[in-house]
């Protein structure tokens, strides 16, 4: 049984940083990425950041590019999400998810595996 479990959501001000984790747990076989996505009160859900199997390659949404970062630590089977400047519109539920491929987890369309989500508040 895999279970993906975000943690460090929050409200915070407008221009405030906040770090985001998601630790893995249960067997993966073989190579994955990690990304997470975001979604909005009345909005669908929209990718936000991938990183590949040994963060040599990762992917960002154009809305996110040079706020938010994001990293791995496999021995700690945990993917983070450094979320810098934030701006009111980040505001959204934050999901952490694994697939194969960076291009898999960009594509969204058939994720392997789902957290339950961790709420990010951004006041202006």
């Known amino acids: 049984q895999v279970q993906l479990v975000e943690s460090g959501g929050g409200l915070v001000q407008a221009g405030g940083s906040l770090r985001l984790s998601c630790a893995v747990s249960g067997r993966i076989f073989g190579t994955y990425a990690m990304g997470w996505f975001r979604q909005a009160p009345g909005k669908e859900r929209e990718f936000v950041a991938a990183i590949s199997r040994f963060g040599v390659s990762n992917n960002y949404a154009d809305s996110v590019k040079g706020r938010f970062t994001i990293s791995r630590d496999n021995a700690k089977n945990t993917v983070y999400l450094q979320m810098n400047s934030l701006k009111p519109e980040d505001t959204a539920v934050y999901y952490c998810?694994?697939?194969?491929?960076?291009?898999?987890?960009?594509?969204?369309?058939?994720?392997?595996?789902w957290g339950q989500g961790t709420q990010v508040t951004v006041s202006s």
């Open positions: 998810a694994v697939d194969s491929t960076v291009s898999a987890v960009v594509a969204g369309t058939q994720i392997k595996y």
